[in-house]
């Protein structure tokens, strides 16, 4: 379902019965859409979370981390300004539109009281944040800057007017006129019962008009009866519902009857979205954090197949090495028969049984230089055969290495792209940009730990310098080291010389769940003593050799691996 009017309405009542009156203490804007709000109220410390992201548009409370960057952007300095320490009075919805009002009361600089409304607009991609003078309604600024030359109807800058969206003529489904609805509805009856809802009353989605339908049975005169008591249910009874078919999920404020699927019923509405976009709002903040990475990623492969291909055909003709050799022996041994001028020669080749040699020429040359041309290319394809077989092997490590950056990133949570962009500055992969300011040092991430079942600490690196410092200098040497075999992947420590089997089992689970083979059956999982690996002199970040291991299958489980993660 969609963020839709009513489910809009059902979030305000929420909010505004947990934050009414509370204090903003801190705001942040972690990612380019997003603001989150910190605030004090009823004795609690609690997250809002505002996002006018094109595809995740919202306003909820949130327990989910997030990373914040080192600098502010300025949408988030001037939030600080104009927000910090300031009260929140109320908060309004626009009629059943997709539009509130969060209204603050604070001071200025000189102490007096000012009055500004932080107005959220959830409107798919034209999703926005404004902060605004409630007296003038002045735009003190947006989180998103649209101008007259792309917006004829209104300007989105700091200092314009505020103008609400285009105002669509239709009725409140918490407040109209019951005796005129059956009226309304005659006169659509060209359409669908669904569809008429949808034109009659504002901030309808389509999957809340289809439950509107259902409950009707599909009759129009039974409507207003039935809205009544669905507007009443999403006011007073609320019970946040996440029916999944099949693929599909649907969050809904109350269950709907209209819905088959299994059903998730959470305490608050706010729970209920974090479970529903936790994986789908992150994949897509790492696709925007890593975009550049991940072209930069591509390029760097697709110019190290290109290169492999190139030695490979090199390669190939160092193979006729010897042929040059003997062309170039057999015309010396019979250079008293050609002559200069001659395109090509046929002569017995006293290696093979005197058979026939047709012998091709440079009629430029005399059959002496001719003979030494084949010696030239003799010697030089000779000693291109180490450099070349050198540079197959470094230009696959480079392959590997960077197959397993394009995993890490594909599986990478919006805390751990920086740390992967790091590595990749270390590595020489991208400049590092140079700056007149000293910049504060950035603190590499931990490995993440779970805690399997008895008990026992797990520990998962999630990129390749959090390995090789988890592998050759966290873990004991008795520890239990756990990869995908030949399959990029994280580095796993059981922290214990000798795990049970069920604890091995949920080790090697995580680390098929965090591979590049996420999304297969039977994974291949090598496990070994952290003392039989090995990490060779020179080796990219990430790779290590090891003996002596043992192999066991599994699929990877992602219900097992977040309840691990989640009880340690």
């Known amino acids: 379902m969609s963020f839709d009017g009513i489910f809009t309405h059902a979030m305000v009542n929420e909010l505004a019965t947990l934050l009414n009156n509370g204090r903003v203490s801190k705001i942040h804007q972690p990612y380019q859409n997003e603001i989150v709000i910190v605030m004090r109220a ?3 410390n609690h997250r ?15 327990e989910i981390p997030y990373e914040n960057p080192s600098t502010p952007p300025n949408f988030c300095m001037v939030m600080r ?8 009075e109320d908060i309004q919805q626009t009629g059943n539109d997709r539009i509130v009002h969060f209204l603050f009361k604070s001071r200025d600089e000189l102490g007096d009281v000012q009055n500004v409304i932080l107005i959220v607009e959830l409107m798919g991609r034209h999703s926005n944040i404004f902060l605004v003078e409630q007296d003038s309604l002045r735009i003190l600024d947006a989180i998103k800057h649209v101008p007259t030359s792309q917006n004829s109807y209104r300007s989105i800058m700091p200092g314009a007017q505020y103008i609400v969206p285009p105002h669509q003529n239709k009725w409140n489904p918490f407040d109209f006129p019951k005796n005129k609805l059956f009226e309304a509805m005659i006169d659509l009856t060209d359409k669908s019962l669904q569809k008429r809802i949808q034109t009659v009353f504002q901030g309808i989605g389509s999957d809340t008009a289809k439950e509107l339908q259902f409950q009707a049975d599909n009759q129009s005169e039974r409507l207003a009866e039935v809205m009544v008591a669905f507007t009443d249910q999403v006011s007073l009874r ?20 209209s819905l088959d699927g299994e059903l998730t ?11 529903f976009y936790i994986n789908k709002a992150e994949k897509d903040r790492v696709k925007q954090q890593a975009a550049s990475l991940i072209h930069l990623i591509q390029t760097e492969q697709q110019r190290n197949k290109k290169k492999l291909k190139k030695l490979q055909r090199t390669l190939e003709e160092t193979e006729q090495a010897d042929d040059y050799r003997i062309q170039g022996e057999i015309l010396t041994a019979y250079l008293h028969e050609v002559q200069k001028g001659q395109h090509a020669v046929t002569l017995p080749n006293f290696y093979d049984d005197n058979k026939s040699l047709s012998i091709t020429l440079d009629p430029r040359k005399t059959p002496s230089q001719n003979a030494q041309s084949f010696f030239s290319k003799y010697q030089k394809l000779k000693n291109a055969v180490a450099y070349v077989n050198e540079q197959i092997a470094i230009t696959k490590d480079e392959l590997t290495y960077l197959d397993s950056v394009s995993t890490q990133l594909s599986l990478a949570k919006p805390k751990d792209v920086e740390d992967i962009k ?24 931990s490995p993440d730990r779970y805690t399997a079942s008895d008990g026992t600490s797990i520990l998962v690196g999630k990129n390749n310098i959090q390995n090789d410092q988890l592998t050759m200098k966290t873990a004991r040497k008795s520890d239990i080291w756990l990869h995908t075999k030949n399959i990029p992947g994280s580095h796993v ?9 069920e604890t091995l089992l949920e080790a090697a689970n995580i680390a098929a769940y965090y591979s590049k083979s996420r999304l297969s059956a039977q994974v291949p999982v090598d496990y070994v003593e952290v003392k039989k690996v ?4 020179g080796a990219k970040p990430g790779f290590v050799i090891y003996e002596g291991q043992q192999t066991v299958y599994v699929t990877p489980d992602q219900a097992l691996v977040e309840r691990l993660k989640h009880s340690d």
């Open 42 to 44: 009823n004795g609690k």
């Open 422 to 445: 790091e590595e990749l500055i270390q590595e020489g992969y991208i400049k590092k940009k140079k700056t007149t300011k000293k910049s504060k040092k950035r603190k590499t991430a």
């Open 534 to 537: 090995k990490k060779p002199n």
């Open 81 to 88: 300004k104009q927000l910090e320490g300031a009260i929140l």
């Open 265 to 275: 019923h959470y305490n608050t509405l706010s729970q209920l979205l974090d479970a």
């Open 48 to 62: 809002l979370l505002l996002s006018a992201h094109p595809s995740y548009a919202r306003i909820q409370l949130t």
């Open 493 to 501: 420590i059981i922290e214990s010389p000798d795990p049970s089997d």
């Open 238 to 257: 609320v019970r946040p519902t996440l029916t999944k078919t099949g693929k599909k999920e649907l969050f809904t404020p109350v269950p709907y009857q």
